[in-house]
Structure formats: structure tokens, C-alpha cells
């Protein structure tokens, strides 16, 4: 089962990486709610009660982040103050804290649910689908750079044997 998933994954995001369509987010999103179910073992009575709490979880999380980025992306980092450097820097710990506190709340929440052994699981399992998708990213850049260079190629033939 751990395999048809694990190709299931890599199928998925085969066409999927750069795309940043709805269509492709929910695919890749269907991709990781397959890997953690499975590795979770979820009942279908835990999976019922665990999404709408792990998804809530989940938006909060990247709303903070969200937030951070925002603070970031308003800054120049090459010109900023020692002043503005120590405001980032409490910033970033401001950031790192509310995120703790946000896993704190969802962990007792969600424990309520899973047990501890699940919740263990699930942090390993967020990590596994985040590098997988990573090495995907990574493997698919790969691939777009040897065809570019392919196409190059060509055109350079191209060009000697019509010259």
C-alpha cells in the first residue's frame, strides 16, 4: 500500500510542480491528505472528526506565516537600520512563538481525536510529503534545464547546416 502511494505522489506532481492552478493545488492537496490518512491509519471515524481540525489548523498557520512574509517583503534587507534588523529579529521570534502557541492549542485539540502515537506520525508525516515535493520541484527544474539546453542545441544544428 506504502508504494501505490508513494507512486501515486510522484505521478501527481509529475505534471503538476510549476502548474499554480486551483486544480493543481488540489490535486497536490488530495496527494497529502492520501499520505497522511495512510500513514496515520485513520479510521474513517477519526478522519471524519480530524480533517476540519488539521485544515483549521493548517490555515492559521499559513496565515501567520503569511503575515511574516508580508512584514518581510515591505523591507529592504540590504538597507535596513540596526534599529529595523533588531525589529525584524523580534518579529521572526514573535512569529516562532505564535506558531508554538497555535501547535500547542492544536496538538490537546487534536489528541482529542488521534492518539499521541498519530500526532507523532503526523509531524513525521508532513515532513516526508514536504521533501517529497521538494525533490519533485527539484527533479522537474532538472528536466525543464536539459530540454532547454536540448532546444539550444538544435538551434545551433539548425543554424550551421543552414549557414
Given amino acids: 500500500m506504502k508504494h501505490i502511494i508513494i507512486l501515486f505522489l510522484c505521478a501527481l506532481f509529475a505534471p503538476?510542480?510549476?502548474?499554480?492552478s486551483n486544480e493543481a493545488m488540489e490535486k497536490i492537496e488530495s496527494a497529502r491528505i492520501a499520505l497522511?490518512?495512510?500513514?496515520?491509519?485513520?479510521s474513517p471515524e477519526q478522519a471524519e472528526k480530524f480533517w476540519p481540525v488539521y485544515r483549521e489548523y493548517n490555515?492559521?498557520?499559513?496565515?501567520?506565516?503569511?503575515?511574516?512574509r508580508n512584514q518581510r517583503s515591505?523591507?529592504?534587507?540590504?538597507?535596513?537600520?540596526?534599529e529595523e534588523s533588531k525589529q525584524m529579529v523580534q518579529n521572526a521570534m514573535e512569529v516562532k512563538q505564535r506558531e508554538l502557541n497555535l501547535e500547542k492549542?492544536?496538538?490537546?485539540?487534536?489528541?482529542?481525536?488521534i492518539s499521541t502515537q498519530q500526532l507523532f506520525k503526523l509531524k513525521n508525516a508532513e515532513k516526508d510529503f514536504q521533501g517529497m515535493l521538494l525533490r519533485r520541484i527539484?527533479?522537474?527544474r532538472q528536466m525543464?534545464?536539459?530540454n532547454q539546453k536540448m532546444m539550444q542545441r538544435r538551434e545551433m544544428m539548425k543554424d550551421r547546416n543552414n549557414n
Fill in 16 to 20: 503538476l510542480v510549476y502548474a499554480q
Fill in 36 to 42: 497522511i490518512t495512510e500513514r496515520l491509519e485513520l
Fill in 59 to 68: 490555515e492559521q498557520r499559513q496565515q501567520i506565516r503569511k503575515e511574516y
Fill in 74 to 82: 515591505n523591507m529592504n534587507m540590504q538597507e535596513l537600520s540596526e
Fill in 105 to 113: 492549542e492544536y496538538a490537546h485539540r487534536l489528541t482529542e481525536v
Fill in 138 to 140: 527539484q527533479q522537474q
Fill in 144 to 146: 525543464q534545464d536539459q
